[in-house]
Structure formats: C-alpha cells, structure tokens
T-cell receptor, first 109, second 114 residues
C-alpha cells in the first residue's frame, strides 16, 4: 500500500528553527509537496520537490532524497503565525496526491 | 494558479437531510477533486470529477451517498446525502495544475450534523 509518515505534533520556540520530517512509500513518484494548514482553513501550498536536494524559499526550505523516500521541511526564524499543521503529500505514478496525516506545529513564546 | 470559490463555508444540518456544496473555479480545469478531512485527520479523497463523465469514487465512498455533478469545466457540486453525525467534517474541493504543479483548494465547508 501507499503510506506517508510524519510526526503528529512538534513544539518549538519563537525565533528558533524546526525540521519536520516526512517519509513515504508510494507506487511511483512524481513530486513531493508541503502544505500549511491553519485550523479551520484550507491547505495552502508551501513547496514542491521533484529532484533530490534543497529548495529554499524565504524562511522555509524543503529537502528531498528520492532514494531514501525522505523529505523534510525546515522553518527558520519561527514566528507565532507559523503555528499550524504541515502536510506532506506525494504525487504517485497516476499523478494522484497521497497525503500524510499532517504535523501540528506549536510555537511557544 | 487557480482561484476556487467554495460555498457554503459552514453549515449545521439535521440528520437525515442533504447538503450540496458548490465549487466555482476561475479557469477551465479538466479534473476537480473532492476531499473530506475529519478532525485531526489528513485529507481523504472522496472522488474525482471529470466534465462530461461520471465521477470516479475512491474505496469507501459511493455515488448514492456523495452524488457529484460536473456540468462544465469551471463548476462542480458535491452532495452529502442522508447525513448522520459521522458525516461531520470539512469538505474541500481542489484542482490540480499540470505536471509538477500544486493543488489549489477552495476555502472548505465545515459541516456539522446534529
């Protein structure tokens, strides 16, 4: 079966750095996405990786290793507004998105 | 990118009734996707709606319970039929760009069945 694993919950301090990991086992791979979802709102797109390596976008970076079936989302200079759930999703061989359960990130002052 | 207008944003419904959720996209798209997200859970795909053909339902979801319409390339509806409290959830419509592009979501419909 297809499976995406990410931690259920993480806590970090304002101004610090946090890394949210995602491992996946899917039938084929056509890219990995990270989304941010605030409570009661729809997910919003953060990043996309299809090749190995690091993609940087402001305070957020995402890394992919296809051989290891592994990705992480790195958030720097954490702000209180970064408190949200972070969803990892993989497009499989049919270009269907397979979603992880999400990681709830709690930022403390 | 695509902008999706979804409504209603929330509703409280009596068990046994039905609710129809609408999604309007600002551009023509081939496929639209309907998801359910129960509290604290990930997104679960209900069905894929193609214009001009019947929707394709995922395992555990049936047309009688979740009928879908797709009359044109910019609009779709999902009906949650004969509702029970277990149907209380957030329902999201989504469209995907081409290869390598991300999914865009409507604002979501928060449904509470009492």
């Amino acid at each position: 079966g297809q499976n995406i694993d990410q931690p259920t919950e993480m806590t970090a301090t304002e101004g610090a750095i946090v890394q949210i990991n995602c491992t996946y086992q899917t039938s084929g791979f056509n890219g990995l996405f990270w989304y941010q979802q605030h409570a009661g709102e729809a997910p919003t797109f953060l990043s996309y990786n299809v090749l190995d390596g690091l993609e940087e976008k402001g305070r957020f970076s995402s890394f992919l290793s296809r051989s290891k079936g592994y990705s992480y989302l790195l958030l720097k200079e954490l702000q209180m507004k970064d408190s949200a759930s972070y969803l990892c999703a993989v497009k499989d061989s049919n270009y269907q998105l397979i979603w992880g359960a999400g990681t709830k990130l709690i930022i403390k002052p | 990118s695509a902008v999706i207008s979804q409504k209603p944003s929330r509703d409280i419904c009596q068990r046994g009734t039905s609710l129809t959720i609408q999604c309007q996209v600002d551009s023509q798209v081939t496929m639209m996707f309907w998801y359910r997200q129960q509290p604290g859970q990930s997104l679960t795909l209900i069905a894929t709606a193609n214009q001009g053909s019947e929707a394709t339902y995922e395992s555990g979801f049936v047309i009688d319970k979740f009928p879908i319409s797709r009359p044109n390339l910019t609009f779709s509806t999902l009906t949650v039929s004969n509702m029970s409290p277990e149907d209380s959830s957030i329902y999201l419509c989504s469209v995907a760009g081409g290869e390598g592009t991300e999914a865009f979501f409507g604002q979501g419909t928060r449904l509470t069945v009492v």
